[in-house]
């Protein structure tokens, strides 16, 4: 939280004295990856009783986030990009006996550092867009069941901290004070194990051993609008 305060007050006694922040609100359309996870819920679905409904499989999402730039030059735009991004499925079952739930719930908040680059235009502007940055990532299991007058529920936590690179393209387009903005980024993120909250030395595996993540790679196309100081 200081790095993220003193690179804002950075950006903006840089602002106050050159006439160039950019505030921006996005919104973000991500796909993600996770097979690893889907596997893994695949798997436990398999020791069900009975066959579960799939009703719910890591579907994509659109989130809403803030961006605070700074340009040092025409061709040339820094800035930091905190973000959310939450996914998750589900397995059910229900007769009239009671239900089997198996319910995965993946939440992301990152922070990335970006670099623009752009090729002045008098009419729209287009760039080249990398970020790079930390990830912190919580894969929560719940496992509800109810049979007759019986009931239970399970939670497990796992946590995990991650790197990640998003590079792509996009154009802009300034109106006076208003800025909008189309990106369109692919994100690779580097493995990073899921490890118990309450035990870190324990971590997530698959059937087969293997030490699993969340993946959150894949496309990220934002469109954004702000305005330019």
Same mark, same amino acid.
């Given at each position: 939280?200081?790095?993220?305060?003193?690179?804002?007050?950075?950006?903006?006694?840089?602002?106050?004295?050159?006439?160039?922040?950019?505030?921006?609100?996005?919104?973000?359309?991500?796909?993600?990856?996770?097979?690893?996870?889907?596997e893994?819920?695949?798997?436990?679905?398999?020791?069900?009783?009975?066959?579960?409904?799939?009703?719910?499989?890591?579907?994509?999402?659109?989130?809403?986030?803030?961006?605070?730039?700074?340009?040092?030059?025409?061709?040339?735009?820094?800035?930091?990009?905190?973000?959310?991004?939450?996914?998750?499925? /589900?397995?059910?079952?229900?007769?009239?006996?009671?239900?089997? $739930?198996?319910?995965? *719930?993946?939440?992301?908040? %990152? #922070?990335? +550092?970006?670099?623009?680059?752009?090729?002045?235009?008098?009419?729209?502007?287009?760039?080249?867009?990398?970020?790079?940055?930390?990830?912190?990532?919580?894969?929560?299991?719940?496992?509800?069941?109810?049979?007759?007058?019986?009931?239970?529920?399970?939670?497990?936590?796992?946590?995990?901290?991650?790197?990640?690179?998003?590079?792509?393209?996009?154009?802009?387009?300034?109106?006076?004070?208003?800025?909008? /903005?189309?990106?369109a980024?692919?994100?690779?993120?580097?493995? $990073?194990?899921?490890? *118990?909250?309450?035990?870190? %030395? #324990?971590? +997530?595996?698959?059937a087969?051993?293997?030490?699993?993540?969340?993946?959150?790679?894949?496309?990220?196309?934002?469109?954004?609008?702000?305005?330019?100081?």
């Amino acid at each position: 939280m200081k790095i993220l305060m003193t690179l804002i007050l950075c950006l903006i006694g840089c602002g106050l004295q050159a006439q160039n922040i950019n505030v921006l609100y996005n919104f973000r359309f991500e796909t993600f990856n996770m097979e690893q996870l889907k596997e893994l819920q695949l798997g436990q679905a398999r020791l069900f009783p009975v066959t579960p409904t799939l009703l719910e499989d890591m579907p994509s999402g659109v989130f809403g986030s803030l961006s605070l730039e700074y340009e040092l030059n025409p061709t040339i735009t820094v800035g930091i990009n905190p973000g959310f991004s939450s996914t998750g499925s /589900r397995y059910y079952y229900e007769d009239f006996s009671g239900f089997l $739930s198996n319910d995965f *719930l993946v939440n992301r908040y %990152d #922070l990335m +550092l970006s670099g623009m680059f752009k090729r002045e235009n008098n009419w729209i502007t287009p760039f080249a867009r990398l970020e790079t940055g930390v990830n912190f990532s919580e894969f929560e299991i719940d496992i509800r069941s109810r049979v007759g007058d019986d009931s239970s529920q399970q939670s497990i936590l796992f946590q995990s901290i991650a790197v990640a690179t998003r590079f792509g393209f996009g154009a802009e387009k300034k109106v006076r004070f208003l800025l909008f /903005r189309l990106t369109a980024m692919y994100e690779v993120v580097i493995p $990073s194990a899921l490890k *118990l909250k309450e035990d870190t %030395d #324990l971590q +997530l595996q698959n059937a087969r051993g293997q030490v699993i993540g969340a993946q959150w790679d894949g496309l990220k196309v934002m469109a954004s609008v702000g305005v330019s100081f």
